[in-house]
């Protein structure tokens, strides 16, 4: 993995070149000398992000048997509807 390192002013000079460089890493945008952004490809973004899981998938993770979970009763107050 390359790191690669532009200041802003370089990135709006030639954005091809950023977005060729993150292609192969991370490209660190600066302003004023400072880390500011972050530049990432769609891969590595999903990667460190975990991507998307569905709901099935999140329900059936290994060792979900052995949470104990009991919520308390929900109580929902109702009252008579005002129609006059």
């Keep these: ?3 690669t390192t532009l200041s802003s002013r370089e990135l709006n000079q030639d954005i ?4 060729k460089a993150a292609k192969d890493g991370p490209v660190f945008i ?5 880390p500011a952004h972050v530049l990432l490809s ?8 975990g991507g998307r899981r569905s709901l099935v998938d ?5 060792g979900l048997a052995d ?3 009991d919520p308390a009763p ?9 129609l006059g």
């Design 1 to 3: 993995m390359t790191i």
């Design 16 to 19: 091809g070149r950023a977005k």
């Design 30 to 34: 600066t302003d004023r000398g400072r």
């Design 42 to 49: 769609i891969e590595d973004y999903r990667r460190l992000s």
């Design 58 to 62: 999140a329900l059936s993770m290994p």
């Design 67 to 69: 949470i104990d979970f």
């Design 74 to 82: 929900a109580r929902i107050g109702l009252r008579p509807a005002d």
